[in-house]
């Protein structure tokens, strides 16, 4: 299963509205899940089954989406989230990731 | 506290065997699936199997299937990657993750809740 991510690499505000997004070929149900990858470190879980933040993650980050298209939302930037994140389909064997895309600091 | 420990790097020449450790603590290791991700420099991550060691069930993926071996031993929570013969393209990150599954509409899913700090592995003549 092909997850593609857009945009690969964006800019903004501390503050901003920043919408990730993953479109997966083809329909992966609600199997979709999201991470948070910052320099250095390993993945870390933040949204699982499309729209279910794992526990400790902080509200401001959510999830949407079914089928093929798929969001990952953080409603006001702060300076810990300029990282990279990932998506994950695991509707069918092997699991795959998305390419990334990097939030970096405008 | 849920934790998987891995070793901090290793260093080998092409044609060199490496098994590499990722100990689980704070969980009950027979009941989670155990799996391994690949990180290039500077690239993306790539999933390369998963272990259950309650029973040793191993999945591969295709991409990897051949190249590694997953085991896992349960009396001491130790899931291992192992090479045979390593290639100068094993240089990369490597990170243990414990997977999660459940079942939806009859369908096994799978998220990794719990990651190792990762093992650097450099293929270097």
């Known amino acids: 299963i092909q997850l593609t991510q857009f945009p690969s690499s964006l800019s903004a505000s501390v503050g901003d509205r920043v919408t990730i997004t993953c479109r997966a070929s083809?329909?992966?149900?609600?199997?979709l899940n999201w991470y948070q990858q910052k320099p250095g470190r390993a993945p870390n879980l933040l949204i699982y089954?499309?729209?279910t933040l794992q526990s400790g993650v902080p509200s401001r980050f959510s999830g949407s989406g079914s089928g093929t298209d798929f969001t990952l939302t953080i409603s006001s930037l702060q300076p810990e989230d300029f990282a990279t994140y990932y998506c994950?389909?695991?509707?069918?064997?092997?699991?795959?990731f998305g390419g990334g895309t990097k939030v970096e600091i405008k | 506290e849920v934790q998987l420990v891995q070793a901090g790097a290793e260093v080998k020449k092409p044609g060199e065997s490496l098994k590499i450790s990722c100990k689980g603590s704070?969980?009950?290791?027979?009941?989670?699936?155990i799996g391994w991700v690949r990180q290039k420099p500077g690239k993306g991550l790539e999933w390369m199997g998963i272990?259950?060691?309650?029973?040793?069930?191993?999945r591969y993926s295709p991409s990897f299937q051949g190249q590694v071996t997953i085991s896992a031993d349960k009396s001491i929570s130790t899931a291992y990657l192992e090479w045979s013969s390593l290639k100068a393209s094993d240089t990369a990150m490597y990170y243990c993750?414990?997977?999660?599954?459940?079942?939806?509409?009859?369908?096994?899913?799978?998220?990794?809740?719990?990651w190792g700090k990762g093992t650097t592995v450099t293929v270097s003549s």
């Open positions: 993750a414990r997977h999660v599954s459940m079942i939806r509409g009859g369908v096994a899913d799978y998220y990794m809740d719990v």
């Open positions: 704070g969980y009950t290791f027979t009941r989670y699936w």
């Open positions: 272990i259950y060691p309650g029973d040793s069930d191993t």
């Open positions: 083809p329909n992966i149900n609600i199997f």
């Open positions: 089954a499309a729209s």
């Open positions: 994950q389909q695991s509707y069918s064997a092997p699991l795959t």
